[in-house]
T-cell receptor, first 112, second 113 residues
Framework: QQQVKQSPQSLIVQKGGIPIINCAYE??????FPWYQQFPGKGPALLIA?????SEKKEGRFTISFNKSAKQFSLHIMDSQPGDSATYFC???????????FGSGTRLQVQP | DTAVSQTPKYLVTQMGNDKSIKCEQN?????MYWYKQDSKKFLKIMFS???????INETVPNRFSPKSPDKAHLNLHINSLELGDSAVYFC????????????FGEGSRLTVL
């Protein structure tokens, strides 16, 4: 059972565009929602994370929007750059179970 | 300094063989994990250890046996390898459960022929 559903599977944008990646979760016990970025041949690395007590969080060009009632959250990348080309994973966890449950990933290509 | 290091980075072996992957973290974290990333990039938790104690075992075949000799090390031994075991295996660690941040190694790509 996939507890975190992610879309789209892949995304191509032009440089300067604003790609948006969406995730939906089922488990209402989740209380931590991070986004990880993975480059080819590397392990995933934390990009930005949010907790359900806020509806939005910004760090640099990256923004998470969170909708608790809809059980959805999304990642927006402002002014995207070719260097942002990577696979992005949403994830969720709760303090009772430390392991992250990941979405299926979105491969983002930012064209020059 | 590499925070989470795994060896080997690449492993090619025949079906039926036994192999091990080693992981070490120098972050002083209490919790370590093994994740499997399949050919479609899907990341799935396999095991988690906290202070050498197994706390998560996610319906993984018992051909997979994790071992944590101390809280800085978590090894994965796989017996009787099958074609479907081909994947990238990631080790990760975390400290503060309130932040939930996992630090991943660079992965060990296992190919079973």
């Amino acid at each position: 059972q996939q507890q975190v559903k992610q879309s789209p599977q892949s995304l191509i944008v032009q440089k300067g565009g604003i790609p948006i990646i969406n995730c939906a979760y089922e488990n209402t016990a989740f209380d931590y929602f991070p986004w990880y970025q993975q480059f080819p041949g590397k392990g995933p690395a934390l990009l930005i994370a949010i907790r359900p007590d806020v509806s939005e969080k910004k760090e640099g060009r990256f923004t998470i929007s969170f909708n608790k009632s809809a059980k959805q959250f999304s990642l927006h990348i402002m002014d995207s750059q070719p260097g942002d080309s990577a696979t992005y994973f949403c994830a969720a966890s709760n303090t009772g179970r430390r392991a992250l449950t990941f979405g299926s990933g979105t491969r983002l290509q930012v064209q020059p | 300094d590499t925070a989470v290091s795994q060896t080997p980075k690449y492993l090619v072996t025949q079906m039926g063989n036994d192999k091990s992957i080693k992981c070490e973290q120098n972050l002083g974290h209490d919790t370590m994990y093994w994740y499997k990333q399949d050919s479609k990039k899907f990341l799935k938790i396999m095991f988690s250890y906290n202070n050498k104690e197994l706390i998560i075992n996610e319906t993984v075949p018992n051909r997979f046996s994790p071992k944590s000799p101390d809280k800085a090390h978590l090894n994965l031994h796989i017996n009787s390898l099958e074609l479907g075991d081909s994947a990238v295996y990631f080790c990760a660690s975390s400290q503060d459960t309130s932040t939930g941040e996992l630090f991943f190694g660079e992965g060990s790509r296992l190919t079973v022929l």
